[in-house]
Nanobody, 124 residues
Framework: QVQLVESGGGLVQAGGSLRLSCAAS????????MGWFRQYPGKEREFVAG????????DYADSVKGRFTISRDNAANTVYLQMNSLKPEDTAVYYC?????????????????WGQGTQVTVSS
C-alpha cells in the first residue's frame, strides 16, 4: 500500500484560493489513480475530484467543476488540488486517496489508501 500525507489546508476568505498537496511514499505512485474527497461533520465522505494514473483523465463533482483543478506529478509522487473561488460550503476536511487501478471512480469504496486529512475553512 502507498502512504499518503496531505498538506496545504487552512483558513481563507470566500473567493480566495488554496492548493492542497498529497505526497505519496513508495516507487509505484504512477500505478495508482488518485482522488480527493471531503467530509463534513457527521456526513459520509464525498467525491471531489479524481485523476487517472497518467494524469490524462480527470473527473470532478458538479459542485466544484470550474473552480477546482486536480493534477499530479508522478516524478514527485504528488497529487494536487488547486481550489479557486472558494465558498463557505467548501469548508470540510479534505482527504486524498489512492486506488490501485487505472480508472477514476467516485465511490470511496474503490480507494484502498487514505491520508489523514487536512482541514479547509472558508469564512464568509
Amino acid at each position: 500500500q502507498v502512504q499518503l500525507v496531505e498538506s496545504g489546508g487552512g483558513l481563507v476568505q470566500a473567493g480566495g484560493s488554496l492548493r492542497l498537496s498529497c505526497a505519496a511514499s513508495g516507487r509505484t505512485f504512477s500505478t495508482y489513480a488518485m482522488g480527493w474527497f471531503r467530509q463534513y461533520p457527521g456526513k459520509e465522505r464525498e467525491f471531489v475530484a479524481g485523476v487517472s494514473r497518467s494524469g490524462a483523465m480527470t473527473d470532478y463533482a458538479d459542485s466544484v467543476k470550474g473552480r477546482f483543478t486536480i493534477s499530479r506529478d508522478n516524478a514527485a509522487n504528488t497529487v494536487y488540488l488547486q481550489m479557486n473561488s472558494l465558498k463557505p460550503e467548501d469548508t470540510a476536511v479534505y482527504y486524498c486517496a489512492a486506488r490501485d487501478r487505472a480508472t477514476i471512480v467516485r465511490s470511496p469504496v474503490g480507494f484502498r489508501s487514505w491520508g489523514q486529512g487536512t482541514q479547509v475553512t472558508v469564512s464568509s
